[in-house]
């Protein structure tokens, strides 16, 4: 079993940055395993939608909205994420959800189906 924390939302005006962060829980076998991990945010009254993934290759692929403002990158023992939000716009302002699973094709779906573990969330609200 796979424990996510997420850590660093809050607010922030628009065209600002935030860097968010993910830690990943549990017996190292299990941490070794996941081969996906990514991003999901989820605004009131919305579905919940996928931001940006990255492979334990360090592939990484990213919704068009964010694409050229977001980055995602993960610490060298593949455990912690960072994603690394510029350019924040109001319409970003959500909630947002770290997730991870051990099938790598995870990454490529974008759809919550598809990935077995998820963090608590973290608030990020842009103000205009």
């Known amino acids: 079993q796979v424990q996510l924390v997420e850590s660093g939302g809050g607010s922030v005006q628009s065209g600002g940055s935030l860097r968010l962060s993910c830690a990943a829980f549990?017996?190292?076998?299990?941490?070794?395993?996941?081969?996906?991990m990514g991003w999901f945010r989820q605004a009131p009254g919305k579905e919940r939608e996928g931001v940006a993934t990255i492979t334990s290759d360090r592939i990484t692929a990213y919704t068009p909205s964010v694409k050229g403002r977001f980055t995602i990158s993960q610490d060298n023992a593949k455990s912690t994420l960072f994603p690394q939000m510029n350019g924040l716009k109001p319409e970003d302002t959500a909630m947002y959800y770290c997730?991870?699973?051990?099938?790598?094709?995870?990454?490529?779906?974008?759809?919550?189906?598809?990935?077995?573990?998820w963090g608590q969330g973290t608030q990020v609200t842009v103000s205009s």
């Open positions: 549990g017996y190292t076998y299990s941490i070794n395993a996941i081969n996906c």
């Open positions: 997730a991870a699973d051990p099938n790598i094709y995870s990454c490529s779906s974008y759809e919550t189906r598809h990935f077995g573990y």
